[in-house]
Every structure is written in structure tokens, then in C-alpha cells.
């Protein structure tokens, strides 16, 4: 039979067992397993997502040397020469300490107040976590945080202070990665130099020396316990504001250190009855605002990075500075009003370039304008000696003559403050009587270009236009510069580089800056700089110089008194062996004073300022003094002489110059 008359098949049926079909069933019990299984798998993805969302934007954490800086106030302490602390600009940061330099009770104390297995755990205290998980539950809010030392410390200085599960998961991460890379005692000490204390102190060296007056090694265990009490609540604890509040968490720091065996039942009783003495809060001089806001200038200048913790080391004399700053004070109200005189500024260096002293004003706290280094006005006068100076250098003598007589130079006419005219004299007569005729034909002489050159050369940093009046002051400098160039003639032709700044540390003792101890620049001559000396000794000295009144008691005095048109600004500056400084006087708003001059009340209160700075010093010898037997009767006999012949040769030339270099008239040794 052929395949296509086959009949067709019939479809084959596979029969399943009952018993086969039973066990391809799901039990119940297999559902709840696989149920579990898928929950478990949900919650363990929901989980690793939850705990990836709380540590997503997790910063890194700092090296350990930068936790020392992070989240710091910017501060700056302004200390003396001896470590004293003038002011402090910022909150106050006390100097860095280590667990081992502190009694066994200062951290302890600490311990017990905050963290009591802190030498234990590692970083985290589940414990603890469990513990305030159960205690805010029963609460119904946030009672309890559980945050370890190191947790606080992550906190304080990596995190934000929020209170979120984000910012506590973070924290415990960071906490336990800080405890890998630091000791427990690294982190204590970390702890205990960055906490706060309350009332702007950071620090248990600062709270320590701010409350009690003493360092934190010399902390009983009273005071220890008082501050441990502290960081929990610092502002609402702070000691000057809420001692019995204060007094109150301090009772349980010592019930908690006597729990944990720091201390005995004994010495827990003597704390809790011990005597709390806190001591009244610092009072800085307002009046020092001026050398800080030049000090603070000059670090930022100084430095790329200032230290969030910077100790700044000025050279300021305190006593110098305080005593200084009142006299000028009290003189200029006592005389300001005759006188017309607002304004007052002062300063002080020694031979070295140290700001001994230094005053921008009357009252910081009225204007803090500072016009020893900001203000620019006409010095007058007391720029002469950069002419005479340069004239030295040309090759003329204190004792060539000019004639004092009416001169033109182009369409300039000076003439003397006196109206009156002496006819020929020397030129260290002429730097004595400050007259302006021979001064400007001495300028134009040897040239207001170069006149403005030595100036510069000296450290006047301000401009200066080559105008012929450049000789009688009329360029505007500050008091800082005019000084600065005055310390060529004081140190013998060296450029003086006044400094206000000694040395820059962090709280850490790190130095950021020292004052450099190079060898100061050569400007000018040693044997020009004694002769000029001579004759700026004789401005002070004889009965016709212009500074009679600086004198100071047995101190050799060389300076220039300056007077600007119309008595608008009025000068002193000078020095001795021992010390360089300057006076000006005048008003902010330019307007004239009543007939000020600079030999009258600057060079006063230069003198009085100098005694102060002068007290207790023995005299020295200012270089130049030993050529002063120019004021020799029998050296002014010639010269008279002389002058009687010079008045009759300019009679026959007309000139205003009566005689030249080299003339009869020798320099006298």
C-alpha cells in the first residue's frame, strides 16, 4: 500500500503520573520562602541604594595636618616681643597643646563628660548609638546623639552641623576613617586645641588662660571639670554670662570621672566645694587699631596664605606706644583749638628699622584713618636736607656761601617765611635758619630731576614732579616715607627699612614668616651723612636753628622742622643714636592752622615723645657729632669774616652765588 493511501495517525498522548504533577506544585511554604528570599533581595537593594543616597556628595577626608586649619575664622593675635598678647582680631585661638603635656585629669575630665569608651571604640560607638536610639524613641525627640570625640571632631571640622541620618552616616563613616590614620591621643589633643569654649575662644590653652589666667597644665581638677562641662552647650554655658549654669553640668563631669575611677570619692568631694574664680574678660587699647590695621596691611602683603590661626609678633614697645599715644592726645586738646590743629600723627622707629611706636591719629574709634602711612601731605621744609644732601654729593661744602635775596627761577618767586632776607651765609646756616631763597637756587642747581632721584634713593616711595619747588616741600609724601629716608643720615648713609612685623607663626608654633636679618643697602657716603648730621645737629642746637624745642636731655639731636603754605601741615623729624622718628600736625581737611610752625608745637611734642622713648637709655654718639666745631666761636669768626668779603664780591658780579667750592673757608674736623 502506498504511503498516500495510508490512513492518517492518530496523535500519540502522553500520560503524567498523579504523583509526578503533585511534586510540580508550589507549597506554601516554598511561596513564603521565596517571598522572604525577594523581600530580603528588595530590602538588600533598597539598602545598598539608601546607604549609597546618604554618603552620595561625602567629602573626602582633609590630611590630618589640614584639620588643624579646617573650618577656622579667619584670627589673627598680635603679641609683643615678650609673647604678651596686645589684641586679637578674630576669635581667639589658644596655642597648640598635646594630651601628654596635660595632668591625667584635664583629659580625663573630658573623657568622662563626653566619650567614656573613647580609648575603646573605633570611631563609633553602636553601643552608644543603640542606647540614644532607645532614649529619643522614649522621648519622642533628640535627646541624645551618641557622636564620639572623633565623630564630634568630623563633624566640627569636615560636616555640616545639620541634623540629618545623611549627616550622622557620613560622620560615622569619616569617624572610623580618621581613627585609621591617627592615634587616640592625636585625636584627643586634635579635639582638645580646636573646641569651642564659648566667649570666641577655641581651644582648652585658650579658655584656659581667658577664664583662669593660667596654661592648661596648671588646670585643677575643678577648673578641668568646668571646662569639660563646657563644649556641650558652650554658648549657653559661657562662663562670663552663666556660671551657675555652668557650675550645674560640672557637678555631673565629676559624678561621671569619679564613676569611671579618674579620680577618687575624695577628690570629687574637694572639686564640687573648691572656690571658682573666672577672670573679668581682656581689654584691649582701642587706640593700638592704627599699628594693627598696618600691621594687618603688611601680612597680607607679606604673605600668599594667611594662617586661619595667625600669631603675629610686632615690634611695637607697648609701654612706648601707650605712653606715646596719650601724650600727643592730651597736648592736642589741650592746644588743638588755640591752635587750629585737629590732627596728630606720630612715629618711631629705633636704629634697626623697628616701629617702635606709632600713632595715626587722635581717636581710633573717631576716624581710623591712618595719617602716619595712608595720609600724604606737603612736607615743606623738612625735605630740604635731600637737597643739600645732593649738593653735598656734587661736591659743595657746608661752608660755601649763597646770598639770601629775592631770586626768580623762570616764573617761580620763593620767598623766606620771614619775609626777610640775611644776605650771604653758609649753606649749614642756611639749613639752620631753613631759608628757602638759598635752598631753591640750590635746587635748581644741581637739578629738581636729581633732586627727586637721591629722595627716591633714599625711600621716599611717593611721586615726585621735578618742579623747582620740589626744594622748599611742595611734592606731597607720608609721614612713613619722610622718616624712612631720614635713617640714610641717622645709620651713616645706609637705607633704613621700617618694619612692624617680627615673625609670623600659627597657633602651632609654625613659622610662616621672620623678619630678615640682611644687611641694609648703601645709598650714601658715611662721610656726607656726618656732615649733613652736623648740620641738621646744629638746626636743633643754635640759638638761630629752627628746632631749638626737640631738644632732648643729654642726647645729641639732628632733625628739620617743616612748615607747608599757609600752616596747613606742620613737621618735625629727627634723630639721635639711638632713635629715629617723626611728628606731623595739621587737619584732615587741609584748611590752615593758626601760624603752626614745625619748630613749634611737633617739634614739642616730638621731643616729648622721644624722652619717653629715651628713659632710662644711656647718651650715645650720633655719627657726625665730632664735626659739630662748626659751631665753634672762632669757625664763625672766619666765616663772618668771609661773609663781609662775599657780600662785597657779589656787590661787583651780582651774582647771587658769593663763593665756590674750595674757597677759604676749610671744612673744620
Not at 563633624?155 to 541620618?165: A, C, D, F
Not at 582648652?204 to 581667658?210: E, L, V
Not at 619747588?469 to 629716608?485: D, F, P, T
Amino acid at each position: 500500500m502506498t504511503d498516500s493511501h495510508r490512513p492518517p495517525r492518530k496523535p500519540r498522548v502522553i500520560r503524567v503520573p498523579p504523583a509526578a504533577l503533585s511534586a510540580r506544585r508550589l507549597s506554601p511554604l516554598r511561596l513564603l520562602v521565596i517571598a522572604i528570599g525577594v523581600l530580603i533581595l528588595c530590602g538588600g537593594g533598597w539598602a545598598l541604594w539608601k546607604w549609597q543616597s546618604l554618603h552620595s556628595g561625602m567629602p573626602k577626608l582633609p590630611e590630618v595636618a589640614d584639620l588643624w586649619q579646617a573650618q577656622r575664622e579667619p584670627s589673627i593675635e598680635f603679641i609683643d616681643s615678650k609673647g604678651n598678647t596686645l589684641a586679637v582680631r578674630g576669635p581667639r585661638y589658644g596655642r597648640a597643646i598635646t594630651v601628654a603635656e596635660l595632668p591625667k585629669h584635664v583629659s580625663q575630665a573630658f573623657i568622662a563628660a563626653e566619650d567614656k569608651r573613647f580609648y575603646e571604640h573605633d570611631g563609633a560607638d553602636e553601643a552608644a548609638i543603640a542606647r540614644a536610639a532607645l532614649s529619643n524613641a522614649a522621648a519622642g525627640e533628640t535627646v541624645s546623639g551618641a557622636s564620639t570625640i572623633t565623630q564630634q571632631l568630623v563633624k566640627n571640622l569636615v560636616l555640616s552641623p545639620r541634623q540629618t541620618m545623611e549627616r550622622k552616616a557620613q560622620e560615622i563613616t569619616l569617624a572610623r576613617q580618621l581613627e585609621k590614620r591617627m592615634t587616640k591621643d592625636e585625636i584627643l589633643s586634635l579635639y582638645l586645641n580646636r573646641i569651642y569654649f564659648g566667649a570666641g575662644l577655641y581651644g582648652i590653652d585658650a579658655a584656659s588662660r581667658h577664664y583662669f589666667g593660667k596654661a592648661p597644665a596648671e588646670l585643677k581638677i575643678h577648673e578641668a571639670a568646668l571646662l569639660a562641662a563646657l563644649p556641650k552647650a558652650p554658648s549657653k554655658l559661657n562662663l562670663r554670662d552663666n556660671l551657675d549654669g555652668a557650675k550645674s553640668r560640672q557637678l555631673y563631669v565629676l559624678k561621671e570621672m569619679e564613676s569611671e575611677r579618674f579620680i577618687s570619692r575624695q577628690e570629687a568631694a574637694a572639686a564640687r566645694e573648691a572656690a571658682i574664680t573666672i577672670l573679668p574678660a581682656p581689654r584691649y587699647d582701642p587706640q593700638l587699631g592704627y599699628v594693627l590695621d598696618a600691621a594687618a596691611e603688611r601680612l597680607a602683603a607679606m604673605l600668599p596664605r594667611v594662617p586661619g590661626d595667625a600669631v603675629v609678633q610686632l615690634t611695637i614697645d607697648p609701654e612706648i606706644q601707650q605712653k606715646t599715644q596719650s601724650l600727643l592726645a592730651a597736648r592736642l586738646a589741650r592746644d588743638g583749638k588755640a591752635s587750629s590743629a585737629s590732627q596728630v600723627s606720630a612715629l618711631i622707629l629705633d636704629r634697626t628699622g623697628r616701629v617702635v611706636a606709632l600713632t595715626g591719629g587722635v581717636d581710633y574709634a573717631l576716624s581710623p584713618f591712618n595719617r602716619a602711612t595712608q595720609s600724604r601731605r606737603q612736607p615743606g621744609s623738612s625735605f630740604k636736607p635731600f637737597v643739600f644732601a645732593l649738593a653735598l654729593e656734587d661736591g659743595y661744602s657746608p661752608y660755601d656761601v649763597f646770598n639770601d635775596r629775592p631770586i626768580t627761577i623762570g616764573k617761580w618767586q620763593p620767598v623766606n617765611y620771614s619775609g626777610e632776607y640775611h644776605g650771604p651765609m653758609t649753606l649749614s646756616e642756611a639749613l639752620t635758619r631753613s631759608t628757602n631763597t638759598v635752598a631753591a637756587e640750590l635746587g635748581n642747581e644741581t637739578s629738581p630731576e636729581r633732586v627727586a632721584a637721591l629722595a627716591k634713593r633714599f625711600g621716599i616711595a611717593s611721586e615726585l614732579k621735578p618742579f623747582p619747588s620740589i626744594a622748599l616741600g611742595s611734592q606731597e609724601v607720608s609721614l612713613w616715607e619722610l622718616v624712612r629716608a631720614y635713617g640714610v643720615f641717622q645709620s651713616g648713609g645706609y637705607r633704613t627699612e621700617p618694619f612692624l612685623i617680627e615673625r609670623v607663626t600659627d597657633s602651632r608654633g609654625q613659622v610662616y614668616y621672620e623678619h630678615p636679618a640682611s644687611g641694609r643697602e648703601r645709598v650714601y657716603a658715611e662721610d656726607l651723612a656726618a656732615e649733613m648730621n652736623a648740620m641738621m645737629m646744629r638746626s636743633v642746637s643754635a640759638p638761630i636753628g629752627t628746632g631749638g624745642r626737640a631738644r632732648i636731655n643729654g642726647w645729641t639731636v639732628a632733625g628739620k622742622t617743616g612748615t607747608s603754605q599757609e600752616s596747613r601741615d606742620a613737621w618735625f623729624i629727627g634723630f639721635t643714636a639711638a632713635y629715629l622718628g617723626g611728628v606731623w600736625v595739621g587737619n584732615d581737611d587741609d584748611t590752615p592752622m593758626k601760624r603752626v610752625t614745625g619748630g613749634a608745637l611737633p617739634a614739642e611734642l616730638w621731643s616729648g615723645i622721644m624722652e619717653i622713648a629715651h628713659e632710662g637709655r644711656k647718651p650715645e654718639a650720633l655719627i657726625g657729632a665730632n664735626r659739630a666745631v662748626i659751631l665753634d666761636p672762632a669757625a664763625e669768626e672766619r666765616i663772618t669774616f668771609y661773609r663781609g668779603m662775599a657780600q662785597a664780591f657779589s656787590a661787583a658780579s651780582g651774582s647771587s652765588r658769593t663763593a665756590s667750592r674750595g674757597g677759604p673757608v676749610q671744612q673744620a674736623e
